[in-house]
């Protein structure tokens, strides 16, 4: 199973920027998939996550309002539409799926992880 997070780039403050990752070599239509961050310095951190049906969501409070996660099970694909990108965004970008159908925020329940993007916001 591979989980390939692409999108990543240069964007100036308040912009926007979408990243994909796409599942290959087995469907995660039936899984919750997430995304996670990590800063330089910082340890990874749990940024948003969507259930196997995309009827459930949840976000980390820095990012609600702002962000939004979504999927296309028939592309075997999950988005995330980061919008009004803040500085303190800058991080590699990872997404993940789940070990079950839920939306969940815990990163023990991740079991495949793709290789990151790398997302840069500067003034």
């Known amino acids: 199973v591979q989980l390939q997070a692409s999108g990543g780039g240069l964007v100036q403050t308040g912009g926007s920027r979408r990243l994909s990752c796409t599942a290959s070599?087995?469907?995660?239509?039936?899984?919750?998939m997430g995304w996670f961050r990590q800063a330089p310095g910082k340890e990874r951190e749990f940024v948003a996550a969507?259930?196997?049906?995309?009827?459930?969501?949840l976000y980390a409070d820095s990012v609600k309002g702002r962000f939004t996660i979504s999927r296309d099970n028939a592309k075997n694909t999950v988005y995330l539409q980061m919008n009004s990108l803040k500085s303190e965004d800058t991080a590699v970008y990872y997404c993940?799926?789940?070990?079950?159908?839920?939306?969940?925020?815990?990163?023990?329940?991740?079991?495949?992880w793709g290789q990151g993007t790398l997302v840069t916001v500067s003034s």
């Open positions: 993940a799926g789940a070990r079950n159908a839920a939306a969940t925020t815990a990163r023990a329940h991740y079991k495949s």
């Open positions: 070599g087995r469907t995660f239509s039936n899984n919750g």
């Open positions: 969507i259930s196997w049906s995309g009827s459930n969501t």
